[in-house]
Each structure stands twice: as C-alpha cells, then as structure tokens.
C-alpha cells in the first residue's frame, strides 16, 4: 500500500470508493440516501491517530503481542491521543488491539476498520463477519466503522467497485448501530457516485500534500522559489496546510451540491514524513512534520469552534512501519518508539529520538544551480593526487547511501599498494536491503555540464573487492525535485571494463556510450518528457550499486562484502 505508488492528477476520480464510517449528522435525513447516524460527541473532543502495531520489516510474518500493544496504546493516551484508527477486523491486529484497551481499561475510543481486497470474496465476507462481532462485542469502545481503504480511487492499487463496495458497506450498516463510512482519497470523493454516498454516514476523506508534491506538483506550489530563503519554509508548510484544506473544501462543495449538506466530513488520513523516503528531498525533516501537524492541530480547533470543517482529523501515523519500505517514516514515534520532535512537547525527554532541533532546521527548497560546461579533458571525483588542467566540482560531493541512508555508507580509510593514486580510497559497506544496495556520489545544490563527455568519454576509477558477482556503476542526471531523476547504469560483470573481484586493485574504465542506452526513469518519476537522460544536469556523477534484480542475484542476497574505489574520474 505504498503512497507513493499513487498519481493523483486532478479532482477527478470516476472510480469510487466506499467509506462505512460513524459519521454525525444529528440523525438528519439527506435528499437521498440513509438517515445519518450521528459520529459521537467524542470524535470531536478527542485527539485522533492512526494505529499499526507492526514494527518488522515483514508484517505477513510478524507476531503482534498484547504486550507490545499495551505500550504503544499507552504511550498514546499519555500523549492525549485517545481515539485511533484500525484498519482492518483482524484477530491478530483489531480483536487483539481491542481486548488490550478493555483488559487494562484504557481510555480510548476506536474507528474500526474492515479491509476489503478486490477479487476476494471469501476473505471479504469473513472479514465483514468479523468487523460486524467485533462492532457488537466492544461497541462500548468502537464509535464507528470503515469499510474498504483507498479503494476507489482512480489510482488505487486495489480496486473495488462501487456497487459492489456499497454492497459491503450495507451488509456492516444493518447489523450494527454505529456510523459506518469508507476511507479514500479526497479526489474520488470530490466525485464519489451516490451508490457509495447515499449508503454512508459521513466521508473519511484523506489528504496528502507531501505525497502530491511528489506526483503531481502542479497540484500545489511546495517549492515556493519566489519566497526569500529565509521565510521559504514557512511559506511551504502554510501552501501544504492550504491544500489540505482545498481538498476537503472540494468534497464540502460537492456533497453539498448532491443534497448531502448534514454529511460530516473526517480527515481519514494525512501526515507528514520526518524523514524522506520516497523522494521527498527538501520537504521531509521532524521540523517541517512539526510544522504540519501544528497547522493541522490549528485547523481542527478552529473547526471545532466554528462548527466549520472537519469532524475530526485522524493523523497518519502513531509509529513508524518498516514494512512499507519507501511510504515508512510518517510516525510521531519512530519503530524503536522514542518520540519524535512533532511530539516531544507531550512526553518526558527520556523517551525522546535522539537529535535537537529548533524551527531554523526547517527544510526548503533550493533551486538546482548549473556549473557552466566542463571543457577539461578530465573531470575529477575523488583522487589523491592532482592531475594536470583537470576540472573538479564546484562544490564538495557527499556520498549518499540508496533507501534513505540505509543500504551503506562509505568512509575514507588509508590504501595500501593503489598503483592509481598511493594515499586514501573509499571503502564502500553495503548494508543490503531485500533488492540490493546502492551509493552515490552526489552534488547537493549543484549540477555539472558533462555533455562533452557523451560520445567519447569514459568513466574511470579504481576498485579492489572480493565481492561476488556482477556490480551496478553509472550515474544520475536531474532532480527528483523537479521529477527529473534519471537513472544511468550498467551492469558489470567481473572480466568486463577492468573489473575483477580478486582481491586486487585494477582499474575499471567504461565509455559512457556503453552506460546510457541502460539509462532509466528514477524511482518514483512518472513523466518521460521530465524524467530523461541530460548530461548537461549531472547531480550524481558516480554511482556504484548492486540491485539483485539488475545483476542476476537472488531477493535477499545479503551481501555485504566491502569494496574499494579510489580515482574516480570521468575522461575524454
């Protein structure tokens, strides 16, 4: 269920979704549809989470204890967070969850979920059946339920029909006494089918500008380069509350001109990443989620005061979930559950993640600056000895690991017998995640013109390793900023361009004529006309990598076998 696999182009969303949750309404009956069963007063005057206990890198495999349950519960209700969401009717996660907030008597009250899974019907109807028990058997905890998440939506990656949602939705409706709703994106219900909105009680909407400023940039003005610097970052998170705003305002207006003006409306799910995972470089950091949530937390007391707005907002999420893999690092905890800076205000500084900040570490964007055209016959990344008329970067090039940090790093150690350059080498640690591993030599602010490089240059360097089989080198032109990051490598395999893996040095030279027909689209680009190869924007001009898929190895490899690299250099 990865954010980042969605493209949320405009309002429009022809597919619908169902959402079968309690929503308010004082009972009113719309111009069509059911009598809406009124959200408790609690939805209000509680502050709302979204709740997954998982903290593996694998939750098909993982063991969900009631102890691990009971902290987490209880580090949210000493935060003041005392409704949460579920997603699912689960007896692993949902009944488990439920029966630890009864058996230690915590004060939290809990939006149900009932997860619905196209082309499944076995599943479905057992899942219903559970929601349905577990919606009577703690109805005393359970205000509401959701039926179906992200379903509808014209970018789902797991599509239910309308009909057949509502089918489901109903089913829930007449066998219990709470609001039923279904959670999906803001788009499909700027449009949803009355098939969908005369079977609910209220609209769980969710909204993500951080995920759009992705996907779609045009949605919203995240970079806001018209901004002085210093104010920048202000500027951005007050466009990104604006937007969340827009998009509930757009569902206001259209269940409105259905006749659905007593519809309440939730915000089902929106967050803000602590930490980039999945391209959201100058906009990911605990200060800017600080800075989200503050203006969402403004936003629902305003609501509640005026009586204009959403019900309530449930934020995504309580914890972190490696399992997501790149939509991970929205929690206000992190997986270790120490509190991140968005709520360290609620908490003792014990249980704090480790980093001070203040709101000057704000992230912002910063425009790409070109370097001008490298004329040099040598263009220089890393040596210890100078080479005559050679060109270097502009500025200090930084190694970054693939996965956010993750996958390895590289530290600078003493060479010993380089015939290349006698002095220090990069020594590369791959720390491998399922697919592989990758690191790049990147330029932070900057791009380089290297096009004088495309036909007859080469990419050079030295490498001593004994690591098996096949590597990835290559480079990286464009931004994912701007969503014109574009992949440039190629699969070396040990006798090709100089490469051995005996535990030697030698030196590895690859024209760059052999490296760009294997040239891609990033992860996470989506537009060819953007995401293309430009090597007059070259912002990683080294990269060396091993992604299993790309080099014939097994998923979950493992290897962490240390490599060398030293004289990298680009040549013509």
Same mark, same amino acid.
């Given at each position: 269920m990865l954010r980042f696999?969605?493209?949320?182009?405009?309002?429009?969303?022809?597919?619908?979704?169902?959402?079968?949750?309690?929503?308010?309404?004082?009972?009113?009956?719309?111009?069509?549809?059911?009598?809406?069963?009124?959200?408790?007063?609690?939805?209000?005057?509680?502050?709302?989470?979204?709740?997954?206990?998982?903290?593996?890198?694998?939750?098909?495999?993982?063991?969900?204890?009631?102890?691990?349950?009971?902290?987490?519960?209880?580090?949210?209700?000493?935060?003041?967070?005392?409704?949460?969401?579920?997603?699912?009717?689960?007896?692993?996660?949902?009944?488990l969850t439920l029966?630890?907030?009864?058996?230690?008597?915590?004060?939290?009250?809990?939006?149900l979920g009932i997860y619905i899974v196209n082309g499944n019907d076995a599943f479905n109807q057992a899942e219903v059946a559970?929601?349905?028990?577990?919606?009577?058997?703690?109805?005393?905890?359970?205000?509401?339920?959701?039926?179906g998440n992200e379903t509808m939506v014209n970018w789902s990656f797991n599509p239910v029909a309308p009909?057949?949602?509502?089918?489901?939705?109903?089913?829930?409706?007449?066998?219990?006494?709470?609001?039923?709703?279904?959670?999906?994106?803001?788009?499909?219900?700027?449009s949803a089918p009355r098939t969908i909105t005369d079977v609910i009680d209220f609209a769980a909407v969710h909204t993500y500008p951080l995920a759009d400023s992705v996907y779609n940039a045009a949605l919203w003005d995240w970079q806001q380069a018209s901004v002085p610097a210093a104010t920048r970052a202000t500027a951005m998170m007050d466009a990104a509350i604006a937007a969340a705003r827009k998009d509930y305002t757009a569902v206001r207006t259209y269940l409105d001109s259905i006749g659905q003006t007593a519809m309440p409306i939730v915000i089902g799910e929106t967050g803000w990443k602590a930490v980039a995972s999945g391209g959201e470089s100058f906009r990911a950091h605990p200060v800017n989620q600080k800075?989200?949530?503050?203006?969402?937390?403004?936003?629902?007391?305003?609501?509640?005061?005026?009586g204009a707005g959403p019900t309530t907002i449930f934020y995504f999420e309580a914890f972190d979930e490696p399992w997501k893999g790149a939509d991970d690092k929205w929690g206000l905890f992190n997986v270790s559950r120490q509190a991140r800076y968005v709520v360290q205000g609620l908490y003792p500084a014990t249980t704090w993640e480790s980093g001070t900040y203040t709101a000057a570490d704000a992230l912002y964007y910063i425009p790409l600056t070109g370097n001008g055209t490298v004329t040099a016959s040598r263009y220089t990344l890393y040596a210890n000895t100078a080479t005559f008329n050679e060109a270097?970067?502009?500025?200090?090039?930084?190694?970054?690991?693939?996965?956010?940090?993750?996958?390895?790093?590289?530290?600078?150690?003493?060479?010993?017998?380089?015939?290349?350059?006698?002095?220090?080498?990069?020594?590369?640690?791959?720390?491998p995640?399922?697919?592989?591993?990758?690191?790049?030599?990147?330029?932070?602010? *900057?791009?380089?013109?290297?096009?004088? !490089? %495309?036909? =007859?240059?080469?990419?050079?360097?030295? +490498?001593?390793? /004994?690591?098996?089989?096949?590597?990835?080198?290559?480079?990286?032109?464009?931004?994912?900023?701007?969503?014109?990051?574009?992949d440039v490598y190629l699969a070396i395999q040990p006798g090709e361009y100089g490469y051995l893996n005996d535990g030697n040095w030698h030196t590895v030279s690859i024209p760059?004529?052999?490296? *760009?027909?294997?040239?891609?689209?990033? !992860? %996470?680009? =989506?537009?060819?006309?953007?995401?293309? +190869?430009?090597? /007059?924007?070259?912002?990683?001009?080294?990269?060396?990598?091993?992604?299993?898929a790309n080099t014939g190895k097994a998923q979950n490899s493992g290897h962490t076998t240390k490599l060398y690299v030293d004289a990298i250099h680009w040549s013509r």
């Open positions: 696999s969605r493209l949320i182009h405009t309002v429009m969303a022809l597919v619908t979704a169902l959402l079968v949750v309690a929503c308010g309404g004082g009972g009113e009956v719309p111009a069509t549809g059911v009598a809406l069963r009124p959200l408790s007063a609690e939805f209000s005057s509680r502050k709302a989470v979204s709740y997954s206990p998982f903290r593996s890198t694998n939750r098909d495999t993982e063991t969900v204890t009631a102890a691990n349950v009971k902290q987490d519960l209880q580090l949210l209700v000493a935060g003041g967070f005392r409704l949460i969401r579920l997603f699912d009717s689960s007896d692993a996660v949902a009944k029966q630890v907030i009864k058996d230690n008597g915590l004060d939290l009250k809990v939006m559970r929601g349905i028990a577990l919606a009577k058997a703690y109805s005393d905890v359970v205000l509401a339920v959701s039926v009909a057949t949602m509502a089918g489901f939705i109903t089913t829930v409706r007449n066998a219990i006494t709470q609001p039923v709703t279904t959670d999906d994106n803001w788009a499909f219900y700027a800075m989200y949530f503050d203006r969402l937390t403004a936003w629902s007391n305003t609501a509640h005061t005026s270097k970067p502009a500025e200090a090039a930084v190694w970054n690991a693939w996965d956010n940090g993750t996958t390895g790093f590289a530290t600078e150690v003493a060479t010993t017998a380089d015939p290349a350059d006698l002095v220090n080498s990069i020594e590369v640690t791959p720390k995640a399922s697919w592989g591993w990758g690191l790049a030599l990147s330029l932070p602010t *900057t791009a380089e013109d290297l096009s004088q !490089f %495309g036909a =007859t240059g080469k990419l050079n360097f030295s +490498l001593k390793t /004994t690591y098996p089989g096949a590597i990835e080198v290559g480079f990286l032109t464009g931004v994912a900023t701007t969503g014109s990051a574009y760059i004529s052999a490296i *760009t027909p294997r040239g891609a689209m990033a !992860f %996470g680009m =989506t537009d060819t006309t953007k995401s293309r +190869l430009d090597l /007059t924007k070259v912002t990683n001009p080294f990269v060396i990598a091993d992604r299993y």
